[in-house]
T-cell receptor, first 113, second 113 residues
Framework: KAGVTQTPRYLIKTRGQQVTLSCSPISGHRSVSWYQQTPGQGLQFLFEYFSETQRNKGNFPGRFSGRQFSNSRSEMNVSTLELGDSALYLC????????????FGNGTRLTVT | AQSVAQPEDQVNVAEGNPLTVKCTYSVSGNPYLFWYVQYPNRGLQFLLKYITGDNLVKGSYGFEAEFNKSQTSFHLKKPSALVSDSALYFCAVRPTAGNKLTFGGGTRVLVKP
């Protein structure tokens, strides 16, 4: 099976702009989670979607949003970018049970200047 | 609220020696516990998980982990470390009642030849 695919791999944006990141999960996986990884804060949970519904949400401002499509593909959007949004954004898919391991993509490296 | 602690930022070990990466957790109820590894510029890779049953869990690449309920620990071990095991290791916990997967801060492992 193909793994989790995230596009684009790298992004450079300017403060105030918005950005959309895309994630294609492993075939058959219905759950998609998003994480932000930074050197200072580590791995921070953004949100989880299951069958097009947001199932869990982390403690991020409303500028961070996501959605999941009927084919389980997911997108996350960040509006009004700030310098502090520079990070590696990781998407992970799973079968959706609580004991199911997450399978991660290689991430999108976002740099905000 | 659940939490995970990895008390060591870095572990140094000589090739061929045993490797241990420590993890303690706090969660209501019984936990699902996971270990992941991250290589540079890559996403996280699943190593192993504890659901229930035998306290010693065997995973990928010769790694194993021991669940200790009384000490709320889930330490990762490998009997004989390889240089290629040098990477960033993350412990994670998820309550069985559902909720997000919470990661520890990560431990960098450096295996010297």
């Amino acid at each position: 099976k193909a793994g989790v695919t995230q596009t684009p791999r790298y992004l450079i944006k300017t403060r105030g702009q918005q950005v959309t990141l895309s994630c294609s999960p492993i075939s058959g996986h219905r759950s998609v989670s998003w994480y932000q990884q930074t050197p200072g804060q580590g791995l921070q949970f953004l949100f989880e979607y299951f069958s097009e519904t947001q199932r869990n949400k982390g403690n991020f401002p409303g500028r961070f949003s996501g959605r999941q499509f009927s084919n389980s593909r997911s997108e996350m959007n960040v509006s009004t970018l700030e310098l502090g949004d520079s990070a590696l954004y990781l998407c992970a898919s799973s079968e959706g049970q609580d004991n199911s391991p997450l399978h991660f993509g290689n991430g999108t490296r976002l740099t905000v200047t | 609220a659940q939490s995970v602690a990895q008390p060591e930022d870095q572990v140094n070990v000589a090739e061929g020696n045993p490797l241990t990466v420590k993890c303690t957790y706090s969660v209501s109820g019984n936990p699902y516990l996971f270990w992941y590894v991250q290589y540079p510029n890559r996403g996280l890779q699943f190593l192993l998980k504890y659901i229930t049953g035998d306290n010693l869990v065997k995973g990928s690449y010769g790694f194993e982990a021991e669940f200790n309920k009384s000490q709320t620990s889930f330490h990762l071990k490998k009997p004989s470390a390889l240089v290629s095991d040098s990477a960033l290791y993350f412990c994670a916990v998820r309550p069985t009642a559902g909720n997000k997967l919470t990661f520890g801060g990560g431990t960098r492992v450096l295996v010297k030849p």
